[in-house]
């Protein structure tokens, strides 16, 4: 029904520093395309020895960087919630995108039921990974086509 984008950089990561037992500098993961457009942004990890510092460094580049959020005003239903994914196909372009719900609210007016959802961006899909997400969830029995459906929401979790 409605739509708004919000883009921060507040909580980015770019860089990650790994560091030894006496802190000195073993190693710096960071991403350089982020780096160039909105200056170091970095973490500090301690390498331990039965961690693997390297795969840390990574998810932490990889969850850190710009925050899409949109939130969105739609048609109620009622497995949307906080923590669950969608896939939502963007109408005019046709492209396909993975977002969790970070929060929910769902109301009843005047017998029609709406939910108002803040969706974190994850990631781009193509239409053949976004069916076959849509698909293995839909085992579960929480989804009934593989296919995707145009210009409307997919609950996959």
């Given at each position: 029904?409605?739509?708004?984008?919000?883009?921060?950089?507040?909580?980015?990561?770019?860089?990650?520093?790994?560091?030894?037992?006496?802190?000195?500098?073993?190693?710096?993961?960071?991403?350089?395309?982020?780096?160039?457009?909105?200056?170091?942004?970095?973490?500090?990890?301690?390498?331990?020895?039965?961690?693997?510092?390297?795969?840390?460094?990574?998810?932490?580049?990889?969850?850190?960087?710009?925050?899409?959020?949109?939130?969105v005003?739609?048609?109620?239903?009622?497995?949307?919630?906080?923590?669950?994914?969608?896939?939502?196909q963007?109408?005019?372009?046709?492209?396909?995108?993975?977002?969790?719900?970070?929060?929910?609210?769902?109301?009843?007016?005047?017998?029609?039921?709406?939910?108002?959802?803040?969706?974190?961006?994850?990631?781009?899909?193509?239409?053949?990974?976004?069916?076959?997400?849509?698909?293995?969830?839909?085992?579960?029995?929480?989804?009934?086509?593989?296919?995707p459906?145009?210009?409307?929401?997919?609950?996959?979790?």
């Open positions: 029904m409605s739509a708004a984008v919000t883009e921060s950089i507040d909580q980015m990561i770019n860089q990650v520093a790994i560091h030894g037992d006496d802190d000195s500098l073993l190693r710096t993961l960071k991403n350089d395309e982020l780096i160039a457009l909105y200056g170091v942004m970095q973490e500090y990890i301690k390498q331990s020895k039965n961690e693997d510092a390297d795969a840390k460094a990574q998810r932490l580049l990889d969850d850190n960087g710009v925050s899409q959020k949109i939130t005003n739609n048609f109620g239903d009622e497995r949307c919630i906080t923590g669950n994914a969608v896939v939502v963007e109408p005019y372009t046709g492209l396909f995108g993975l977002f969790w719900i970070d929060s929910d609210t769902h109301s009843w007016k005047r017998g029609i039921y709406t939910n108002k959802l803040v969706l974190n961006f994850r990631r781009m899909m193509d239409e053949q990974e976004a069916g076959s997400l849509a698909e293995a969830r839909g085992a579960g029995g929480t989804r009934r086509t593989a296919e459906i145009p210009n409307r929401w997919e609950y996959i979790h």
